[in-house]
């Protein structure tokens, strides 16, 4: 209502003391849902990060196991190719050793013909240095302690001219390609009576 003097007077009852301020209460709990919503956040999103660094880890150690899995075959290829390469000619050996044999009991026979017999010495030799090259080395058995791994013993001869269990006499020469055995040597063995 305006007065006269020219001024106007709001009237209490005019102002609307009824409209609601935001209380103090509302502020904070608004506060505390932001913060809530926030701390929710960040645990959701540190708990993202351990699981994505969980599953880092775990990658990378599968990637270590499978290089070293990795590096571990190709070892292994390289020696077997080495190995494969080493004893490849082992089957082509073992089909000239019945010639060497052979060489053998001609120089052993009774007939020393001159040229004949030197020839056929000339031509054993020769074999015997190509097979040496390639990494084939007879086996020792004549006197020698009689190993089953290299000696296949064929009779037990009783002597007392030889120690016991040691090689008497040797009837087929035995041949091995580096360290594998291509064929045992066929031996007597002295069996001492004693």
């Not at 007077?9 to 103090?24: G, K």
């Not at 050793?97 to 026979?109: G, N």
């Not at 009783?158 to 087929?172: P, R, W």
């Amino acid at each position: 209502m305006a007065r006269g003097n020219g001024k106007s007077e709001v009237e209490p009852q005019d102002l609307d003391i009824n409209h609601e301020l935001p209380a103090a209460d509302d502020t904070s709990s608004s506060e505390d849902q932001i913060t809530e919503t926030a701390q929710t956040t960040i645990s959701e999103q540190q708990s993202e990060l351990q699981k994505l660094r969980a599953e880092r880890d775990s990658l990378v150690d599968r990637l270590a196991r499978l290089q070293a899995e990795f590096e571990n075959a190709r070892k292994r290829a390289a020696r077997e190719q080495h190995e494969f390469r080493e004893y490849a000619i082992a089957d082509a050996v073992k089909a000239l050793l019945p010639i060497m044999d052979s060489f053998q009991r001609a120089l052993q026979s009774g007939s020393q013909a001159g040229e004949f017999h030197s020839g056929v010495e000339l031509i054993y030799r020769q074999l015997q240095d190509a097979l040496g090259k390639l990494g084939v080395t007879p086996i020792p058995a004549k006197g020698e302690p009689f190993d089953p791994r290299f000696h296949q013993a064929i009779e037990m001869v009783d002597s007392n001219e030889v120690k016991d269990q040691h090689v008497v006499d040797e009837l087929q020469s035995g041949y091995k390609i580096k360290d594998r055995l291509l064929r045992p040597a066929m031996v007597r063995v002295a069996r001492n009576t004693r």
